[in-house]
């Protein structure tokens, strides 16, 4: 079984500066995929990023950039240029490449952006 | 744009009454999940359907069942509702083919049982 897991709770950052999230995962799988989700605060979830295990480059989206390692089973989000607009819950959340995309989550990091 | 719509957003309950949540999905998917997320634990996966009339059960089935009568709707049964089943329920859905893997949220019902 895979596991995820988030061991910042709750972040906070000034707006216009920089963030990272911390994700580590466990998995004897060696193709799956890697997504990080955004919950504002009474809307729905999104998707932010994801990353494919078998890509070495590391997936960029605008503001948001992720180092994976995955060696380590490591899979961080970076927040460059923080908006008062990311303030959220985020969840990091792995699934198998083969499957019925059955996704595995991380029990989320709350981030609030400071003005 | 996907859309996917829960039939409410805030539910009150007694114990002991069946509950029906009801998830509908515009865009053809193939995969219809439904999720509880608490806090401190995260998004647990209660059911998912991979197809109309079947199901699997995901990481904590007990006390739930679902009915996948059409492509675009899942629904989520609480048979006899309990006070530990008060939470946030999300419905998610997929599409099946390669590289479509993202899954997209309905806004969620929070429910309480009395």
């Known amino acids: 079984a895979q596991t995820v897991t988030q061991s910042q709770p709750e972040m906070s950052v000034q707006e216009a500066e920089t963030v990272t999230l911390s994700c580590t995962y466990d998995?004897?799988?060696?193709?799956?995929?890697l997504f990080w989700y955004k919950q504002p605060p009474s809307r729905q979830m999104i998707l932010v990023i994801r990353?494919?295990?078998?890509?070495?480059q590391n997936a960029t989206e605008n503001r948001f950039s992720v180092n994976f390692q995955k060696a380590a089973k490591s899979f961080s989000l970076k927040i460059s240029d923080s908006q008062l607009g990311d303030t959220a819950m985020y969840f990091c959340a792995f699934m198998k490449h083969e499957g019925y995309q059955k996704v595995t989550f991380g029990i989320g990091t709350k981030l609030q952006v400071i003005p | 744009d996907v859309k996917v719509t829960q039939s409410s957003r805030y539910l009150v309950k007694r114990t002991g009454e069946k509950v029906f949540l009801e998830c509908v999905q515009d865009m053809d998917h193939e995969n219809m999940f439904w999720y509880r997320q608490d806090p401190g634990l995260g998004l647990r996966l209660i059911y998912f359907s991979y197809d109309v009339k079947m199901k699997e059960k995901g990481d904590i089935p007990e006390g739930y069942s679902v009915s996948r009568e059409k492509k675009e709707r899942f629904s989520l049964i609480l048979e006899s509702a309990s006070t530990n089943q008060t939470s946030m329920y999300l419905c998610?859905?997929?599409?099946?083919?390669?590289?479509?893997?993202?899954?997209?949220f309905g806004p969620g019902t929070r429910l309480l049982v009395l």
């Open positions: 990353q494919e295990a078998y890509k070495q």
């Open positions: 998610a859905s997929s599409s099946g083919g390669r590289n479509q893997e993202t899954q997209y």
């Open positions: 998995t004897s799988e060696n193709n799956y995929y």
